[in-house]
């Protein structure tokens, strides 16, 4: 009699806890649709969110999640994904086949060298030896720009053109030095001309190599411009920065030709998250492709990635660039999800949060999401029109769930839309 009384009792206080819970899941639920569902500012343009518990797998919450979005540098998330497959955790500069005082190189896509944010490769000690350095581009399959990419922001220094062995981040800098224009890039400076455009700064010519300043109206302290890269160009720029005579060449990329690791991805892989770096995430995807074939090839690249390592996921994304400038990306909410639970698999847990952004301390989200702790550790997205989150949220309870926040064809100004979204966020921290 005694042990039925206990059991029944144990059972009674079981189911109340269970009902207790799920009450709790339930209200929770509805509130989060108050915030998020029909007749909310949300419900002006189009919205996917999905809310997931990474240690229990519970979806708490989705909206659209089915649904395609333009994912912007979201996409950059893709590429960590795959870099981390197949990369590990070393960069690749170059490929090469020496002899005697002689090398010849094929580039790896590496865009750390002269780059002012990266642990610098020790080329000046490997070249050293050599009297002469061959180039060879045979290895490039690729294009300076992205499939997708606007046409206008050539002159923007976010659109930094693709290359195989990259330097000074293939962007140059002009200073205001006694009201005239002083390139970082000496050979640049011969290139560098008057004009009466109505001017602050220095801009740089649609199809050539020639920037434009205006003497009277010249006040920008800096200028960061991407310049219009070219074999010559590239061998030059080499040459000049290792003292050594560098000769283009045909020669293809031989099966035997050994490998130059420049240094670690994770310098990399934090500044490609934290400050949405394009061309860090579009030269990662080049060296992704140079491990896999032996080729610089992003679409290649990106095909064996979803074929090899997304069969899996809920949705295949439409997936064409590294960095997510190209507005032909499309991705839904739960295939961001999985690949956050992916991510959060290959790597320790704390590892990942302080690789992301995190919530009023740093990277892209230092202005906003602002909390005594930080609880939004999330990769952002912005495009005209179309701003996503995806990543991480901690909330009071200490638990961590995975969330994907997209929003497309909006009206709004971007910071209308960032600060109703801090509002689901604190609500998330506040009650999970």
Not at 6 to 16: A, C, E, M, P
Not at 119 to 134: A, L, V
Not at 229 to 257: F, N, W
């Amino acid at each position: 009699m005694k042990k039925s009384f206990i059991f029944i009792s144990v059972f009674f206080l079981i189911n109340v806890q269970i009902f207790a819970q799920t009450e709790e899941i339930r209200n929770r639920y509805e509130l989060l649709d108050e915030i998020l569902g029909e007749n909310s500012f949300f419900d002006n343009h189009l919205t996917g969110f999905m809310l997931y518990d990474l240690d229990s797998q519970w979806v708490q919450y989705e909206k659209n999640s089915h649904m395609n979005f333009l994912p912007a540098s979201t996409t950059k998330l893709l590429t960590f994904y795959a870099s981390l497959i197949v990369l590990g955790d070393s960069t690749l500069s170059f490929r090469y086949v020496n002899n005697g005082k002689e090398i010849t190189i094929w580039g790896s896509g590496d865009p750390s060298w002269k780059y002012p944010t990266l642990p610098q490769p020790k080329f000046s000690e490997f070249f050293k030896p050599y009297e002469k350095i061959n180039f060879s581009l045979e290895n490039w399959k690729d294009t300076p720009f992205g499939y997708g990419w606007q046409w206008d922001d050539y002159y923007f220094s976010y659109s930094a053109e693709r290359s195989p062995l990259p330097i000074f981040g293939n962007v140059v800098t002009f200073t205001n030095t006694n009201k005239v224009p002083v390139s970082n890039i000496p050979a640049f400076n011969s290139m560098l001309s008057k004009s009466d455009r109505e001017i602050r700064g220095v801009q740089r010519d649609f199809i050539s190599n020639t920037f434009y300043y205006n003497p009277p109206l010249y006040i920008n302290q800096f200028s960061t411009l991407p310049f219009i890269t070219s074999p010559d160009l590239m061998a030059k720029l080499l040459g000049e920065s290792l003292g050594k005579p560098v000769s283009l060449s045909k020669e293809r990329l031989p099966g035997h030709a050994k490998v130059f690791k420049g240094g670690p991805m994770k310098p990399l892989w934090r500044e490609m998250l934290q400050e949405s770096d394009n061309f860090i995430a579009e030269q990662i995807l080049m060296m992704v492709s140079d491990k896999l074939f032996g080729e610089l090839n992003s679409e290649r690249a990106i095909d064996y990635i979803k074929k090899n390592h997304m069969t899996d996921f809920p949705d295949l994304p439409q997936w064409v660039d590294g960095s997510g400038l190209s507005r032909h990306n499309l991705v839904t909410p739960r295939t961001m999800i999985t690949l956050m639970a992916k991510l959060d698999k290959l790597l320790p847990r704390n590892e990942l949060m302080q690789l992301l952004p995190q919530g009023g301390i740093n990277g892209t989200l230092k202005n906003n999401y602002k909390a005594p702790r930080p609880y939004v550790f999330a990769k952002t997205g912005t495009i005209s029109n179309h701003h996503a989150l995806v990543g991480l949220v901690k909330g009071n309870s200490g638990r961590l769930y995975a969330f994907a926040f997209m929003n497309n064809n909006y009206l709004n100004k971007a910071s209308e839309i960032r600060r109703e979204m801090e509002k689901v966020m604190v609500f998330i921290k506040e009650n999970y």
